[in-house]
């Protein structure tokens, strides 16, 4: 086994027993349990995105903030983060229209300000994006384009049969099963190129660690 597959395949792995400590996490989490028992409310949609949507907004920015302080010896991560924020600057629009679709309006919704877990995730992915060649935002992209690829079509088609609500009115969680499919490819290829180095794995796996447990809280601080 050469240094990069053997490389790449202890990363995964160890990704891999990231992701499942925060599904366990997950299924603690009270809307999700909520959702998973056939009990959730529309309120708790609507708060769900309420509390999503500050924390989205942020998502491109930091994107931003981390392509710009990839050196030209980083250019392909650079490149990927620049494509990566031009597909993410309009997704708090969709959760807008979600969220006036199901009664709620925009003016209470722009007024909103984070939770406590969305104070902390954003604060720590501006933080993380401003550090020299920040390769372990490679582990928070695994965790949070993860979420989309492989939970969010679930809980959207869950919410439907619970509350009876209409394409259009889950637009934001159908949408991010393909699109976050198609970022978590790249970010496969990515991670298998030979690019990350052992000590960058042990930065990509710690912030992936990082990043599961504060997107989990910011579930958790919906009912708070």
């Given amino acids: 086994m050469t240094d990069t597959v053997a490389t790449s395949t202890d990363l995964f792995e160890r990704l891999a027993d990231v992701w499942v400590g925060l599904e366990e996490r997950l299924a603690e989490v009270p809307v999700l349990a909520r959702l998973e028992d056939g009990t959730v409310t529309l309120e708790d949609y609507r708060l769900l995105l309420f509390n999503l949507r500050q924390q989205v907004v942020d998502g491109s920015p930091w994107i931003s903030r981390a392509a710009s302080n990839f050196d ?57 994006a401003g550090r020299p060649n920040p390769v372990g935002l490679l582990g928070a992209m695994f965790i949070i384009e993860g979420l989309g690829a492989r939970r969010a079509a679930g809980w959207a088609a869950r919410f439907q049969e619970v509350l009876g609500l209409a394409d259009n009115q889950v637009h934001f969680l159908r949408y991010h099963q393909d699109a976050d499919a198609q970022h978590t490819g790249g970010l496969e290829a990515i991670l298998t190129s030979g690019i990350v180095g052992d000590d960058d794995a042990d930065e990509i796996v710690r912030c992936a660690e990082v990043v599961a447990r504060l997107y989990a809280l910011q579930l958790e601080e919906i009912d708070r």
């Fill in 72 to 128: 030209v010896a980083h250019f392909e991560l650079r490149s990927a983060a620049i494509r990566h924020a031009e597909e993410e600057h309009r997704d708090y629009l969709m959760i807008e229209r979600d969220y006036v679709a199901i009664g709620g309006t925009l003016e209470e919704l722009r007024a909103g300000r984070k939770n406590v877990g969305s104070e902390a995730l954003s604060g720590y992915m501006f933080h993380y």
